[in-house]
């Protein structure tokens, strides 16, 4: 059974588990019958609200994000971890419901996750302006 | 020619591909679907290598030349909210074909056609046009103390302040033969009435004579020691500057700083990429015969090259809720 349901990726308690994906679960089957068709769409009307529960919600948090900006959490450095907080839970709504990655198949969280590991690789490069483990050197910051 | 398009172009047609309703037993996946998610993929390390630029550059920069408050930040939160807006108008684009109403899916990817349009015009006809206006020098470090009335930096560094060292408004003058002289003579046509310069004023040839943003007019006010929601209007006050006390002079244009060179090429990348998303829905939105028309014979492919795009609309969204945050607030 490949309809893994990651749930650590959506914030939001969208407490009932189900797929938007439209394949049917049985993938050998090709057509589409008129009463699959209705099936689907009586589903994906139930969760029109919750489209628009999540926009809204990303439209709140736009607000506290900036509203955050102006609070004073002792330092920069603290500034910058608090709206990044906001910004990874906006960007994972966007991803779980907008995207329909939460229910999504295996195969694409498959490379994904992939993509994630290389990605943070990426992002660990910038640590060498810190430290160089080749030498040694680690570089003082102001 | 329509053979040839056929050929190597299918997805511009009507034509029959396979698995761009049903699933391929393999992947479970409509192909589409896997390929979009293998490009956004893609996307991911190009802007993810873009994001990891502006943290090594910013970690690097030395104290003071890391710009903030310099973005309009209730334009840049209200353009947050517009393409928030866009994200859901084309997930219900979407659901309504998924429900065969095609009227409403016309009207929600025009909605989310104009959001993208919105979201596009006011970045290039009004953000970046008016930085581009803008103009600061970098004060040489062993000059700065006969600036100190426009740089404050005896009281940033009472109150724990990064020091500053650039002046910045609009130039009303600029050194002779300097790549700036043209444009200054255009400011101080638009703007020099406003400050009654040349009363106020006489500079020597090889100077800059700057009409002060808020923040160089009173450095030492502690207003103006975090950035501001709305921004403070320009003050009158002028700064006449020596050509040779400059590090570097420049238009708020990416030459300008390490800042504005990162801000104007992720923001420049997103923008290309709402141009792209904007073309796709048109496209989606009009009658060609892989668009509208593909309604009558294949609702459901239609719904699929829908949530296609849709995704890549999202991926858009979602990179712009990091660079919102980190260019305008942080």
Redesign the interface.
């Known amino acids: 059974m ?1 309809l893994c349901v990651p749930n650590f990726l959506s914030p939001l308690a969208m407490s009932a588990s189900h797929s938007h ?4 679960q049985d ?2 089957h ?1 057509n ?1 019958g008129a009463h699959d ?1 209705a099936a ?2 009586a589903h ?2 139930a ?2 609200g919750a ?2 529960k ?2 809204v919600g ?2 709140v948090l ?2 506290i ?2 509203g955050l ?2 609070v ?1 959490f002792g330092s ?1 450095s603290m ?2 971890i608090v ?2 907080i ?2 990874t839970i ?2 994972s709504m ?2 779980a419901i ?2 329909h990655l939460k229910g999504e ?1 295996m ?2 969280w498959r ?2 996750i ?3 590991i ?2 943070m690789g ?2 660990f ?2 640590f060498l ?2 430290s160089d483990p080749i030498t040694g050197t680690s570089y003082s ?2 | 020619m329509s053979n040839l398009i056929t050929k190597y172009f299918p997805f511009f047609t009507d034509k029959e591909v396979p698995h761009t ?5 393999d ?4 192909s589409a ?2 390929g979009i ?2 490009f956004l ?1 893609s996307e ?2 190009l802007f ?2 873009l ?2 630029a502006y ?2 550059l910013r ?2 920069s ?2 003071g030349y890391w710009p903030a408050g310099l973005l309009n ?1 209730p334009v840049g ?1 209200m353009n ?2 517009i393409l ?2 866009s ?2 108008t084309v ?2 684009a979407w ?1 309504a074909l ?3 109403q095609l009227g409403k899916y016309k009207l929600y990817m025009l909605v989310t056609i104009l959001c993208g349009l919105i979201f596009l015009t006011v970045k290039l006809s009004y953000e970046w046009p008016a930085k581009f206006n803008h103009f600061g020098v970098f004060i040489k470090k062993e000059a700065a103390s006969k600036y100190e009335d426009f740089l404050g930096n005896k009281h940033l560094q009472e109150a724990g302040q990064n020091p500053r060292w650039e002046i910045s408004g609009h130039l009303l003058d600029a050194p002779k033969g300097s790549h700036y002289a043209h444009q200054a003579e255009h400011n101080a046509e638009h703007f020099g009435h406003e400050t009654g310069r040349h009363d106020a004023v006489t500079p020597a040839e090889d100077d800059y004579v700057i009409q002060l943003d808020a923040v160089n007019a009173n450095p030492t006010d502690k207003n103006n020691d ?2 501001h ?1 709305w921004p403070v209007p320009m003050s009158t006050k002028l700064a006449v500057i020596s050509a040779a006390d400059v590090e570097s002079a420049s238009v708020f244009a990416p030459r300008h700083s390490t800042y504005f060179a990162t801000y104007f090429l992720i923001t420049g990348l997103h923008g290309l990429h709402v141009l792209g998303g904007i073309l796709v829905f048109l496209y989606l939105w009009l009658p060609f015969p892989g668009g509208t028309k593909l309604y009558k014979t294949n609702p ?1 492919h239609l ?2 090259r829908v949530e296609i795009a ?2 890549f609309w ?2 858009v ?2 990179v712009w ?2 660079v ?3 260019f305008y ?2």
């Open positions: 490949d994906s439209p394949a049917p993938a050998s090709e589409h068709q689907e769409a994906i009307a969760h029109l489209y628009i999540v926009g990303l439209l736009t607000g994000t900036v900006s102006y004073d920069r500034n910058i709206g990044m906001v910004a906006k960007a966007v991803a907008f995207m198949k195969t694409i490379f994904l992939m993509t994630g290389f990605a990426l992002f490069l910038t302006a810190h910051t102001h | 309703v049903s699933a391929r037993p992947t479970g996946l409509y679907k896997l998610w293998l993929a991911v390390m993810g290598g994001f990891s943290i090594f970690i690097g030395e104290p930040v939160t947050t909210a928030i807006v994200s859901i997930v219900m659901a998924k429900m065969r975090r950035p929601f459901e719904a699929n849709g995704l999202h991926f969204d979602l809720i990091f919102f945050p980190i607030l942080l």
